[in-house]
Nanobody, 114 residues
Framework: QVQLVESGGGLVQPGGSLRLSCVAS????????MDWSRQAPGKQRELVAR??????NYAEFVKGRFTISRDNAKNTVYLQMDSLKPEDTAVYYC?????????WGQGTQVTVSS
């Protein structure tokens, strides 16, 4: 089992920045990939960014604005979010893939509003 705990969400003005963190615990060895997804009210969850073996991938709608990174020593994955827009408002979830299993955290709310 892998437990994931996100932090760093909050209220920010348009154009601002936030950095989300996700700490993994439990059976963290063998985690193949970690990612961030988000779900806005009334919408389906969508993948935002993924990092696997040092290779990063981003959804088109965040390319150039968001950066995913991972600190293996701290079992932590980050999502640096810059140039935030109101449409980025959502609950952001951290995910981990270990073998054939997927794990998710409880989510952290990000609200972009003036």
């Amino acid at each position: 089992q892998v437990q994931l705990v996100e932090s760093g969400g909050g209220l920010v003005q348009p154009g601002g920045s936030l950095r989300l963190s996700c700490v993994a615990s439990g059976s963290t060895s063998g985690i193949n990939a970690m990612d961030w997804s988000r779900q806005a009210p009334g919408k389906q969850r969508e993948l935002v960014a993924r990092i696997a073996r040092g290779v990063t991938n981003y959804a088109e709608f965040v390319k150039g604005r968001f950066t995913i990174s991972r600190d293996n020593a701290k079992n932590t994955v980050y999502l640096q979010m810059d140039s935030l827009k109101p449409e980025d408002t959502a609950v952001y979830y951290c995910g981990a893939v270990r073998g054939i299993n997927n794990y998710w955290g409880q989510g952290t709310q990000v609200t972009v509003s003036s």
